[in-house]
């Protein structure tokens, strides 16, 4: 008997971990062989290489094609390589491919039911409603918030420089993205800048940290789909964290909003209308018509948004601008110039930071974009096909559930769009460049109808702390070595030095 359990056992095994390994042969995709259980992902499953990595490494494999077929364990996966079918993806076929496809279980993991990861009707009644709260009349609101956090970093940055330390400026950055996202989401003193164990930054740390047991669940998640439903993968800590942080900021404010213009009064303002209700994109009448479906916005939805909002906020802000600190410091030509535009516009405004002057900073928005272009927040976007759809492109056919992976970073650092991809270039972004470019070929924020919400307010106050910051110092490397792309080492601008740079002799005057 223990023998044909044993067998019966062995053969579920290997079925579920070859089932669907003849997918992309069946359909003259090309793709690596697929070994059993790991597919294609073996060194993805055992931290090998990122999930951005394993994208690299495809695209870069595969030059001539427009797909490439790849394994998930037994799950099929298609990546794309050529920017039209990213477009009917992302944009005009949106329809087939709404879902990210992150299988989270919402009433398993409460913050799953977030606006990045929900599915469906939920992440379409989501969108329809905080959607307005990204409106330019609401971002010049919300800016004085953002001006008090960048001038707690200004003044953070310049007492560096003054003690000639070195700076891990990805460190730094993400102390002052959480000093923003406690004040311009929950409306309280996160204290980030001041102290670097503060609660607020445990929290964000706490986002990122992989345990060894998540990892664990994570690739079992991975490998063996019927157990998903068994697997809760989220941390219960966080979210412990989160649901608290939330509750006690709703009950301060008395469950109604405050006027401080943050995140949690949006999500106040969202409880007070009521349900959400709208069509659904997952279903249909009889007559083919969506059906009407709502939502409530209650305490346990509101702390998966709250959640999105500090994570998404939080990570892709902070090494976005470090990255770029990071290259200015490798390209003090470039620095000066953005300084010389920094100071040239602050005149305009009393040497005030505003939302119109950061808007006028063209140079520093360019180096911005172009720091995103070389290395994005996200590696890769990810959908999964929600009905059979056939790319007109390829006369290729796919079945629901199969997985689109979109290779963000490598596109971005194709030469064939981007002529020498890894010598920074901010005139890349110029209007007259940009139009000559395939749109589809840059998507640092994604694009379509799942675009990232948080595209401006995100940019804003990036570019508010990176001009704070630039005002008042200059960045060069600590040592040598150009693969460094954390520490940095701020000196205090000196106002007789040419652009703004500080020479070798003031360096010298301040380490002494």
Known sequence: MIVVLLAVLVIAIYYFGTRNHDYWAKRNVKHDPPVFLFGNNYKGFVGQQSITQVANDLYNRFPNEKVVGFYRGSTPELYIRDPDIIRDVLNTDFAYFYSRGFGRDPKVEPLSANLFSAE??????????????????????????????????????????????????????????????????????????????SAFRNIGRMIFATPLPIIIKQMLYQLFPPIRSFLHVGNPKLREEIFELVKTIRENRQCKPSGRHDFIDLLLELETKGKIVGESVEHRNADGTPLIVDMEMDVKMMAAQVFVFFGA??????????????????????????????????????????????????????????????????????????????????GLTIDPGVKIVIPVEALQNDEKYFDNPREFRPERFTPEEIQKRHKYVYLPF???????????????????????????????????????????FPLERCSGCPGGIATQTHQQTIKN
């Open 446 to 488: 994604g694009d379509g109808p799942r675009a990232c919400i948080g595209l401006r307010l995100g940019e804003m106050q990036s570019l508010a702390g990176l001009a704070a910051v630039l005002q008042q110092c200059c960045v060069s490397p600590v040592g040598r070595d150009p693969a460094c792309a954390a520490a940095q």
């Open 313 to 394: 906020g939080f990570e892709t802000s902070s090494s976005a601008t470090s990255f770029l600190l990071h290259q200015l410091a490798y390209n003090p030509e470039i620095q000066a110039k953005i300084q010389s535009e920094i100071d040239e516009v602050l005149q305009k405004y009393d040497n005030k930071l505003c939302y119109d002057a950061v808007a006028e900073m063209t140079l520093l928005g360019m180096a911005f974009k172009e720091g995103m272009r070389m290395f994005p927040s996200l590696g890769v976007l990810n959908r999964v096909c929600a009905r059979t759809y056939t790319f007109p492109q390829l």
């Open 120 to 197: 469906g009707d939920l992440w379409k009644l989501l969108r329809q409603r905080i959607t307005p709260a990204f409106t330019t009349a609401k971002l010049k609101a919300m800016f004085p918030l953002v001006v008090r956090s960048a001038e707690r970093l200004q003044g953070v940055a310049r007492d560096v420089a003054v003690r000639s330390d070195a700076c891990d400026v990805r460190e730094l950055m993400a102390r002052y993205t959480t000093e923003f996202i406690g004040a311009c989401g929950f409306g309280v003193d996160a204290d980030s800048l001041g102290n670097e164990n």
